[in-house]
């Protein structure tokens, strides 16, 4: 039998026979061993707490037991048919997601494999359904890895090919960073009315829809203001376009009391898409539509691994696990208590510039001086090695790599928090500490 690799074999391994463009936090990169609930273990034997959740992914904790019964049982009966043959799995899941949609009206699901697959069948079913082609996304965004899905994205440092076509970007609700210069509420929401000047003058006026994040993920959790979604939405409408509502990260009950992001802006999208959380590490994208837009998709499609059985019993054990258990009044409670806490971080550490985020998706964005708003990128890499060290996981992101993000499972208790702020206010004086000693 080949013996297992050690720590030092992984990480040689990683370097010489994979591509070296994947993203790493860390100076040194951490091989995980295993994770349980809230908890990771690194090759070493050392406990993290997890507030990150494998990128906004661990929605019911690690390995959470309840669902991975069901997965081991699914397993050992029916792992693969592929969407050529229907099963109880996948319809099943399909009918509890129609249960849960906004206002009850995107009842028809197509299974994939991530969060670009869905964003990609959703651009296409919203240029079958208004037989127009071009999208309006945000700047900021982030929607996959796929040609098209990079194209979508409004970041430049995740565009690595050439760009398609009929998409352009209009502002994204940045408000900590207000593209106009303006403060909220007596800006009236410009970066959303400006969706008109857009529209009339970067496209023909026919538009095919709209997607945005109702919380931009990748971007640092950018947090609109409660107006802005149905502002751009009326918009939209008028020149021919449907709304996507990208889920990817915000889906499931994590912004709190809710099951979708979008439902906190009082939308109702057409199309809606989702992956990370859905699964809890299982492997699964889903884009679910009115029947209407779903309908007008005419024609053949298939995904092999779409609709398996093994991901779809595991996202509707998430799901049920998630009702149980009452996650979503949990996110809204704890995250609460978590956003408390954050606020009195800010408080004590200058580094803090804004504290923003909705439930269990909460962020800071760190800052130079809170005058000029300077991004402390350096400070922010600094801040990930120092949480590292504590034993603490967070997350990172926002287009300048100042926004430290936090998205622990949604079934922690207040008692993790509070470990998470000691931790948290720790690496954050390691982090003075350092600057400190480096402007003597
Ligand atoms: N949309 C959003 C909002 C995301 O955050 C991501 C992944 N970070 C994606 C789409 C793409 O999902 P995947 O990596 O599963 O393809």
């Not at 991975?68 to 050992?76: P, T």
């Not at 960073?177 to 007596?186: A, D, I, V």
């Not at 550490?349 to 804004?354: N, R, T, V």
């Not at 287009?399 to 208790?413: D, E, Q, T």
Request: with cysteine; charged share 20%.
């Amino acid at each position: 039998m080949t013996p297992p690799m050690t720590k030092d074999e992984i990480i040689l391994a990683n370097k010489e026979f994979l591509f070296p463009a994947v993203f790493h936090f860390y100076k040194e990169p951490m091989v995980v061993a295993r994770a349980k609930d809230q908890y990771v273990w690194d090759a070493d034997g050392n406990q993290y707490l997890d507030f990150f959740g494998g990128i906004v992914t661990v929605s019911v904790g690690h390995c959470n037991s309840q669902v991975n019964a069901k997965v081991h049982q699914q397993i050992d009966t029916l792992q693969h048919v592929s969407t050529v043959f229907p099963n109880e799995p996948q319809a099943a899941l399909a009918k509890k997601i129609a249960s849960l949609t906004p206002g009850g009206q995107l009842t028809k699901s197509f299974f994939t494999n991530s969060g670009t697959e869905a964003n990609e069948t959703a651009i296409m079913t919203a240029r079958c359904y208004t037989g127009n082609t071009e999208i309006v996304a945000l700047r900021h965004s982030y929607h996959g890895r796929s040609a098209m899905a990079m194209t979508l994205t409004g970041q430049g440092a995740w565009r690595l090919g050439p760009a398609q076509a009929g998409i352009v970007h209009a502002h994204n609700a940045y408000c900590y960073r207000c593209p106009f210069g303006l403060t909220y509420p007596s800006c009236e929401v410009k970066c959303a009315q400006d969706l008109e000047e857009l529209v009339r003058t970067t496209t023909s006026g026919r538009l095919a829809g709209f997607i945005g994040e109702p919380i931009q993920g990748v971007g640092g959790f950018v947090t609109p203001p409660k107006e802005y979604f149905k502002i751009i939405e009326g918009i939209v409408r008028n020149y021919g376009g449907i709304f996507i509502s990208d889920e990817v990260q915000t889906g499931w009950g994590r912004t709190g009391g809710k099951w979708f992001g979008i439902e906190q802006y009082g939308v109702i999208p057409d199309i809606l898409t989702s992956a990370k959380g859905l699964g809890n590490g299982a492997p699964i994208g889903v884009t679910v539509a009115k029947p209407e837009v779903a309908d007008s998709v005419k024609g053949l499609t298939i995904s092999t691994f779409g609709g398996n059985p093994v991901a779809t019993t595991a996202a509707k054990a998430v799901i049920d696990f998630i009702e149980e258990k009452n996650l979503m009044a949990n996110c809204a409670e704890v995250g609460g208590y978590l956003r408390a806490g954050l606020e009195d971080l800010k408080e004590k550490h200058e580094l803090i510039g804004d504290v923003r985020g909705m439930g269990l998706m909460q962020a800071i964005e760190l800052v130079e001086d809170r005058k000029s708003k300077t991004p402390a990128t350096a400070a922010t890499a600094q801040l990930m090695e120092a949480a590292r060290e504590n034993r603490l996981l967070i997350g990172k992101g926002g287009m300048f790599g100042n926004v430290i993000r936090l998205s622990p499972p949604m079934n922690i208790a207040r008692t993790d928090v509070d470990q998470f702020l000691t931790l948290l206010d720790k690496s954050l004086a390691a982090c003075a500490a350092v600057a400190a000693g480096s402007s003597r």
